[in-house]
């Protein structure tokens, strides 16, 4: 229940149709892997990491607030 609640909160705030949601991993090449099939759908996404066995792959919009908040920004702009 937990992993839906914070899917949700991670929800970019754009109303478009295709809303992009977190997704995470515990190894970078997924990450990769599940950044690039939301590329391929034409959603921007980014990876942001707070240490090397967690990785979230979220909106632009949320990667920034993460990356004030800490994390590590690993793939995006």
Same mark, same amino acid.
């Given at each position: 229940m937990n992993t839906l609640k914070n899917a949700s909160y &991670?929800?970019?705030? %754009?109303? $478009?149709? #295709? +809303? &992009? +949601?977190s997704c995470s991993f515990? #190894? &970078?090449p997924q990450a990769i892997g599940c950044a690039n099939q939301f590329f391929m *759908?034409? &959603? %921007? !996404? +980014?990876?942001v !990491?707070?240490?090397n066995t967690s990785f979230l792959v979220v $909106?632009? *919009?949320? !990667?920034?607030q993460?990356?004030?908040k800490g994390f590590r920004l690993l793939y995006g702009n």
């Open positions: &991670l929800t970019t705030s %754009n109303r $478009s149709r #295709n +809303q &992009l +949601q515990t #190894n &970078l *759908e034409g &959603l %921007n !996404a +980014q990876i !990491a707070r240490d $909106s632009p *919009e949320i !990667a920034r993460m990356f004030t």
